[in-house]
C-alpha cells in the first residue's frame, strides 16, 4: 500500500506530473482547441456564407489554420512551462549525400510501415465487415499547391519544433532512447487516425534520432518536408508523366524501403546497438508515470472521442 501511494503522491512522483502531465496538457490542448475553433468558424461560414462550405478545399482550409496556428502554438506555449534539464544534443555537421542518406532512410520506413499499416487495415476491415474509410484519399482531389503547403511547409514546421525540438528535449532526463519512444508514441497519435500511426512512429523514431544525432532542428524540417514531398509533390508529377512517371516513382519507393533496411540491419547496425545499449529507454515506472497522470489521461481521452466520432 505504501508503494502505491508512493508512486501516486511521493516526492519523485511529483516530479515526474511536473513534465509528463504539462506535456498531456500540450497535447490536450493541440487537438481540442482546432476542434473547437473548426467548430466556431463552420457555424459562422454556415450562417453568413453557407455556399462557401459546397466548396471542398474550404473545410481543409479551416482545418489548416486550426490546427497549426492555433492548436500547435498554445501547444507550445503550454509545454514550454515544463523544465528543459538536459543540454542540446551535439552539434554535427552533415554533407548532402549524408542528408540524402537520411532522406531515403526516413521515406524508406514509412513506405515499409504503410505496407504494415495496410495490412492491418484490411484485415480489421474483414473483421469489421465494412472499409474503413482513409481520410488520406480526399486530399488527393484538393489543389497542389495547397497540399505542398500544408504537407511541406506548415507539417514540418510545426511538428518538428514541437515533437523533436520542445517535446524531445524535455523527456532526455529519463534517457534518450524514452525521449525517442515517447515522443515518436505522441507524434503517432496526434495524427488520429489509424492509417497514419504506424508510419508515423516509424518516422518520429528516424526523425528524433537524426536530431540526438545532428543536433539540427532544420535539418529535420527539411526532411519532413522531403518524405513529405514523394506524395504531395511527386506523385501528381508522376501521374501527369503517365506510365514512366508512376514507373520511376516506384522504383524510387522502393530503392528507399532497400537502402532503409540495408543502413538499418547492416551499414549502421553495430552503431545501432551501440546506441541501445548506451542509453536508457524507461523503466516501468518511467512510463507508468508518463502514461498515468492527470494531463495524459485527459489528451488519451479526448483523442480516444476524436478518433470515435471520424470512424462513424
Known amino acids: 500500500m ?8 511521493g516526492e519523485e512522483a511529483r516530479r515526474y506530473r511536473r513534465t509528463f502531465s504539462r506535456v498531456g496538457v500540450a497535447m490536450l490542448a493541440m487537438i481540442l482547441l482546432p476542434v473547437g475553433v473548426q467548430l ?53 555537421r552533415l554533407n548532402g549525400e549524408n542528408w540524402a542518406g537520411m532522406w531515403l532512410l526516413a521515406t524508406g520506413w514509412l513506405y515499409l510501415a504503410n505496407i504494415v499499416t495496410l495490412s492491418l487495415m484490411d484485415a480489421l476491415a474483414a473483421l469489421r465487415g465494412e472499409p474503413i474509410s482513409n481520410p488520406l484519399d480526399a486530399m488527393g482531389d484538393l489543389p497542389v499547391a495547397f497540399n505542398l503547403i500544408y504537407s511541406c511547409l506548415l507539417a514540418p514546421v510545426c511538428e518538428e519544433l514541437f515533437f523533436r525540438w520542445m517535446l524531445l528535449r524535455r523527456l532526455r532526463p529519463w534517457g534518450d532512447g524514452f525521449a525517442l519512444c515517447a515522443s515518436a508514441l505522441l507524434f503517432a497519435l496526434v495524427h488520429g487516425n489509424l492509417y497514419q500511426m504506424i508510419y508515423a512512429f516509424a518516422v518520429g523514431m528516424v526523425l528524433g534520432g537524426i536530431l540526438l544525432r545532428t543536433g539540427s532542428i532544420k535539418g529535420c524540417m527539411l526532411l519532413h518536408a522531403g518524405v513529405n514531398f514523394v506524395s504531395a509533390g511527386l506523385l501528381p508529377l508522376g501521374g501527369l508523366m503517365g506510365e514512366t512517371g508512376n514507373l520511376v516513382l ?34 516501468g515506472e518511467t512510463w507508468g508515470h508518463f502514461l498515468v497522470n492527470p494531463g495524459m489521461t485527459l489528451f488519451v481521452l479526448a483523442l480516444i472521442w476524436i478518433m470515435w466520432l471520424t470512424m462513424r
Open 2 to 9: 505504501e508503494e502505491l501511494w508512493e508512486f501516486f503522491a
Open 40 to 92: 466556431l468558424l463552420q457555424y459562422l461560414i454556415l450562417s453568413q456564407a453557407p455556399a462557401l462550405l459546397e466548396d471542398a478545399l474550404v473545410p481543409y482550409l479551416i482545418s489548416a489554420a486550426a490546427t497549426y496556428l492555433i492548436g500547435f502554438p498554445a501547444a507550445m506555449l503550454v509545454l514550454r512551462t515544463a523544465p528543459l534539464e538536459c543540454p542540446d544534443p551535439e552539434r554535427q
Open 250 to 283: 516506384a522504383m524510387l519507393v522502393l530503392v528507399s524501403m532497400l537502402w532503409a533496411l540495408y543502413w538499418t540491419f547492416f551499414r549502421r547496425r553495430a552503431e545501432l546497438i551501440d546506441f541501445a545499449d548506451g542509453t536508457s529507454w524507461g523503466d
